[in-house]
């Protein structure tokens, strides 16, 4: 009898188990298969399969094999180690149902190899490399025994403040929903999940981005027709695209914490919604709900996690001390445990465990010797990546690209930080593998044609650096020079004076744009404000590399500089990408997916917001309009903005009808033209107006985008279907709906600037 390959291993592992393999014509029958598991499983086997705990911190490695040998286990997090999770996993078929495990991991933007963070892959409004970045970080984690990520992070953020506006895509439903859709294709791709690519689980489920004034955990409260329209189509869109799991927020929702929102993940997730896969709470959630206030006890709270359906409890031992006693009271229903226990067995089924419990460990033979060896990173992928990511925000007097004849003075605390390329959430990218900025100059253009400086540090801020440290607490990520602040200025200019170019790399350390680092300025640090001023008086060509994980405030850097690459947080390719740039050999083609707001007081800036009755019109008086009367109102930078090395002219915007019948189609269309010297990508954008509704709508909506490579001199026309899908909205019945009347369509290069044209829905 020929051995299955998964029992071919477990044989040759130094003790041979016994996999109790279900009936052959069971195993290919996920339903049948999972329901026979459930039947045979004892209450305390269900409840450990609810169970996810994180190596190292939560529990040491020895004590975690005992607990899922006896199984009161379901699945990890954290580990990337082979040996380590086939122990574990070993540990598993040695239990009396010998369920397998599985391993959970935060991959966001990369693994090994580590891709520019959230916004900057939303900068390249670029569906083919964002799916790229997703396949390849899937080969790479799946190298190291992971079978799920919490990824992807679709949360709408409008609000800068926000520390996790990094880890997102931007301010709008559609782009977002589109990014989400590539991510988990690329992340994921078909069920079962094939043996090089992870299970999704989306995040955060819901409406975490909104948190109140920006600041982490904070609570939600929204109108439920603000919900649907924008907020809730990304994880919609992730969903439909297949994501297997579902990670569930921190947050309140219109005062109910999502973990306990029959509304959310009853009603709306699995009844309207459809959702079939695993849902999975967030790190010690549900013991949350006591400092909620909606839980007295721990109990309690295992008692409203498990009917609301939270299958997964993570970091915790809530399910494991309190459900048993539930259980037998008759507070809790045995078939609501086996409804959790049936997704947590099919969310395994679907990574492809129970046919391989070893399918992504393999065996001991083949564990690479080194974690971080150079063969392991896709070192071209994050380049041509990263270089798609940039948006050249200003650019006087052609100051880029620069020539490579020139001396370059690179300064400031950012061109030489390896571990603040990779940017948060950099999964298991080691900063000794990131090429940074003075690298990636000098490789470019020779080291004797770069002259470097420091300048400054992060901030003088001892309390913010202090703070920095203490959310990496392995490794202090912020060190600070020694030196006066005068001294390391002084340095500066002195390399700005013989040099023909500055370069300023400049922003926020990584940590600053993080989980649980909301601020209340989007200034730079008054230390780099200080060395700016300085570089700005020596007269040479100054250029802004900018790398931050949330829009900043710019107004007096505008005016400053002569030109300002957003770069975000580029990853380990970043100091190449950027360098291909500032030189001409990359034409930077990034827009901006969120808009840049000209001072914290002007929080929230972003593209889509509501028509008003006394709307504030540039060019006319002020007063009496919405507006603030101590600074020019509406954003510095706009939604979709983005410079490039050539010019691009459109023409004026050409419908294929007047008039659109129900269940009809228009095309409307619009010539580009490449007016420059240089070959360049641009991206093409329709936004669609709705003149006339039943509730107040937005003053525009991105319904659509083209991105397209012109070489100088070349036209294309390009056309875009429109059709009710397109001027469906949520009314204040919450029915999508397109209701009859007149639509202007509004297609340019960003939000702004646009050519219009108007067509009726019958």
């Given at each position: 009898?020929?051995?299955?390959?998964?029992?071919?291993?477990?044989?040759?592992?130094?003790?041979?188990?016994?996999?109790?393999?279900?009936?052959?014509?069971?195993?290919?029958?996920?339903?049948?298969?999972?329901?026979?598991?459930?039947?045979?499983?004892?209450?305390?086997?269900?409840?450990?399969?609810?169970?996810?705990?994180?190596?190292?911190?939560?529990?040491?490695?020895?004590?975690?094999?005992?607990?899922?040998?006896?199984?009161?286990?379901?699945?990890?997090?954290?580990?990337?180690?082979?040996?380590?999770?086939?122990?574990?996993?070993?540990?598993?078929?040695?239990?009396?149902?010998?369920?397998?495990?599985?391993?959970?991991?935060?991959?966001?933007?990369?693994?090994?190899?580590?891709?520019?963070?959230?916004?900057?892959?939303?900068?390249?409004?670029?569906?083919?490399?964002?799916?790229?970045?997703?396949?390849?970080?899937?080969?790479?984690?799946?190298?190291?025994?992971?079978?799920?990520?919490?990824?992807?992070?679709?949360?709408?953020?409008?609000?800068?403040?926000?520390?996790?506006?990094?880890?997102?895509?931007?301010?709008?439903?559609?782009?977002?929903?589109?990014?989400?859709?590539?991510?988990?294709?690329?992340?994921?791709?078909?069920?079962?999940?094939?043996?090089?690519?992870?299970?999704?689980?989306?995040?955060?489920?819901?409406?975490?981005?909104?948190?109140?004034?920006?600041?982490?955990?904070?609570?939600?409260?929204?109108?439920?027709?603000?919900?649907?329209?924008?907020?809730?189509?990304?994880?919609?869109?992730?969903?439909?695209?297949?994501?297997?799991?579902?990670?569930?927020?921190?947050?309140?929702?219109?005062?109910?914490?999502?973990?306990?929102?029959?509304?959310?993940?009853?009603?709306?997730?699995?009844?309207?919604?459809?959702?079939?896969?695993?849902?999975?709470?967030?790190?010690?959630?549900?013991?949350?709900?006591?400092?909620?206030?909606?839980?007295?006890?721990?109990?309690?709270?295992?008692?409203?996690?498990?009917?609301?359906?939270?299958?997964?409890?993570?970091?915790?031992?809530?399910?494991?001390?309190?459900?048993?006693?539930?259980?037998?009271?008759?507070?809790?229903?045995?078939?609501?445990?086996?409804?959790?226990?049936?997704?947590?067995?099919?969310?395994?089924?679907?990574?492809?465990?129970?046919?391989?419990?070893?399918?992504?460990?393999?065996?001991?033979?083949?564990?690479?010797?080194?974690?971080?060896?150079?063969?392991?990173?896709?070192?071209?992928?994050?380049?041509?990546?990263?270089?798609?990511?940039?948006v050249l925000l200003e650019n006087r007097n052609s100051t880029l690209p620069l020539a490579k004849?020139?001396?370059?003075?690179?300064?400031?605390?950012?061109?030489?930080?390896?571990?603040?390329?990779?940017?948060?959430?950099?999964?298991?990218?080691?900063?000794?593998?990131?090429?940074?900025?003075?690298?990636?100059?000098?490789?470019?253009?020779g080291q004797d044609r770069v002259v470097y400086a420091r300048g400054a540090n992060i901030t003088?801020?001892?309390?913010?650096?202090?703070?920095?440290?203490?959310?990496?607490?392995?490794?202090?990520?912020?060190?600070?020079?020694?030196?006066?602040?005068?001294?390391?200025?002084?340095?500066?200019?002195?390399?700005?004076?013989?040099?023909?170019?500055?370069?300023?790399?400049?922003?926020?350390?990584?940590?600053?744009?993080?989980?649980?680092?909301?601020?209340?300025?989007?200034?730079?640090?008054?230390?780099?404000?200080?060395?700016?001023?300085?570089?700005?008086?020596?007269?040479?060509?100054?250029?802004?590399?900018?790398?931050?994980?949330?829009?900043?405030?710019?107004?007096?850097?505008?005016?400053?500089?002569?030109?300002?690459?957003?770069?975000?947080?580029?990853?380990?390719?970043?100091?190449?990408?950027?360098?291909?740039?500032?030189?001409?050999?990359?034409?930077?083609?990034?827009?901006?997916?969120?808009?840049?707001?000209?001072?914290?007081?002007?929080?929230?800036?972003?593209?889509?917001?509501?028509?008003?009755?006394?709307?504030?019109?540039?060019?006319?008086?002020?007063?009496?309009?919405?507006?603030?009367?101590?600074?020019?109102?509406?954003?510095?930078?706009?939604?979709?903005?983005?410079?490039?090395?050539?010019?691009?002219?459109?023409?004026?915007?050409?419908?294929?009808?007047?008039?659109?019948?129900?269940?009809?189609?228009?095309?409307?269309?619009?010539?580009?033209?490449?007016?420059?010297?240089?070959?360049?990508?641009?991206?093409?954008?329709?936004?669609?107006?709705?003149?006339?509704?039943?509730?107040?709508?937005?003053?525009?909506?991105?319904?659509?985008?083209?991105?397209?490579?012109?070489?100088?001199?070349?036209?294309?026309?390009?056309?875009?279907?429109?059709?009710?899908?397109?001027?469906?909205?949520?009314?204040?019945?919450?029915?999508?709906?397109?209701?009859?009347?007149?639509?202007?369509?509004?297609?340019?290069?960003?939000?702004?600037?646009?050519?219009?044209?108007?067509?009726?829905?019958?």
């Open positions: 009898m020929k051995m299955s390959p998964w029992l071919v291993l477990v044989a040759g592992l130094a003790s041979p188990l016994a996999f109790a393999q279900p009936q052959p014509a069971l195993l290919n029958d996920k339903g049948a298969f999972v329901a026979d598991m459930v039947g045979k499983m004892t209450l305390d086997e269900k409840i450990g399969q609810l169970r996810l705990i994180s190596i190292g911190p939560e529990m040491p490695i020895a004590q975690l094999a005992e607990e899922i040998k006896a199984g009161r286990v379901g699945g990890t997090f954290n580990s990337v180690n082979r040996p380590h999770n086939r122990l574990l996993q070993n540990a598993a078929m040695q239990g009396r149902m010998k369920i397998p495990m599985f391993f959970a991991y935060d991959v966001i933007h990369g693994h090994r190899t580590t891709f520019p963070i959230g916004l900057g892959l939303a900068s390249s409004w670029d569906m083919g490399a964002i799916q790229l970045m997703a396949s390849t970080a899937a080969k790479e984690a799946a190298g190291d025994s992971v079978d799920m990520t919490f990824a992807p992070m679709v949360d709408i953020a409008r609000d800068p403040r926000w520390g996790r506006t990094s880890e997102g895509f931007g301010e709008d439903p559609h782009l977002v929903s589109e990014i989400a859709r590539a991510t988990v294709k690329g992340f994921q791709g078909s069920l079962p999940v094939p043996a090089d690519r992870i299970m999704t689980s989306v995040k955060h489920f819901a409406l975490y981005g909104a948190v109140e004034g920006g600041r982490d955990y904070n609570t939600v409260d929204m109108s439920p027709m603000r919900m649907y329209q924008d907020y809730l189509p990304p994880y919609r869109a992730a969903i439909d695209a297949g994501a297997g799991g579902v990670m569930v927020a921190l947050n309140s929702i219109n005062g109910v914490p999502a973990t306990s929102n029959t509304w959310l993940m009853q009603d709306l997730l699995r009844k309207d919604w459809g959702f079939k896969g695993v849902t999975v709470s967030d790190h010690g959630a549900i013991v949350e709900l006591m400092r909620h206030g909606v839980a007295k006890d721990e109990r309690e709270a295992a008692k409203l996690a498990i009917k609301n359906g939270i299958d997964l409890s993570m970091a915790d031992s809530v399910y494991l001390n309190e459900l048993p006693g539930l259980v037998k009271s008759g507070e809790v229903e045995m078939r609501e445990i086996d409804n959790a226990v049936r997704e947590v067995l099919g969310a395994k089924y679907d990574m492809g465990l129970f046919h391989n419990p070893f399918l992504r460990i393999g065996v001991a033979q083949d564990d690479p010797p080194d974690l971080d060896a150079e063969s392991r990173l896709h070192r071209p992928a994050a380049r041509d990546v990263a270089r798609k990511s940039i004849s020139k001396r370059v003075a690179l300064v400031g605390p950012l061109a030489d930080a390896p571990i603040d390329m990779l940017g948060s959430w950099s999964a298991a990218g080691n900063s000794k593998n990131a090429v940074t900025l003075r690298a990636g100059l000098s490789a470019a253009v003088n801020d001892e309390g913010i650096v202090k703070y920095l440290n203490f959310l990496n607490w392995d490794t202090p990520e912020v060190t600070q020079d020694k030196r006066t602040p005068a001294a390391m200025i002084e340095e500066a200019v002195a390399a700005a004076r013989q040099s023909d170019v500055i370069v300023a790399a400049l922003g926020e350390a990584r940590g600053m744009s993080h989980e649980s680092s909301s601020r209340t300025s989007l200034d730079l640090p008054q230390s780099q404000r200080d060395l700016i001023t300085a570089l700005k008086a020596t007269g040479k060509p100054l250029v802004l590399v900018l790398m931050n994980g949330r829009p900043l405030a710019l107004q007096r850097e505008q005016q400053e500089a002569d030109a300002i690459l957003e770069t975000w947080y580029t990853g380990t390719e970043g100091g190449h990408a950027i360098a291909d740039v500032l030189f001409g050999d990359y034409n930077p083609s990034g827009k901006l997916p969120i808009s840049f707001p000209r001072s914290v007081g002007q929080i929230p800036t972003y593209y889509n917001h509501a028509r008003l009755g006394r709307p504030f019109t540039e060019g006319k008086p002020g007063n009496y309009t919405s507006q603030y009367f101590e600074e020019v109102t509406g954003p510095l930078y706009p939604f979709g903005y983005g410079l490039s090395y050539t010019d691009f002219a459109l023409s004026d915007v050409a419908l294929s009808g007047a008039s659109m019948t129900r269940g009809g189609k228009l095309e409307a269309a619009i010539t580009v033209k490449n007016m420059g010297q240089r070959a360049g990508e641009t991206v093409v954008q329709l936004y669609i107006q709705d003149v006339a509704a039943s509730v107040v709508r937005p003053v525009k909506e991105l319904k659509d985008f083209r991105k397209l490579m012109l070489k100088p001199g070349e036209e294309q026309v390009v056309r875009f279907a429109i059709d009710e899908s397109k001027l469906k909205f949520f009314n204040a019945q919450l029915q999508n709906v397109a209701e009859a009347g007149t639509f202007n369509v509004q297609i340019g290069l960003d939000s702004q600037a646009v050519k219009q044209k108007s067509f009726d829905l019958q």
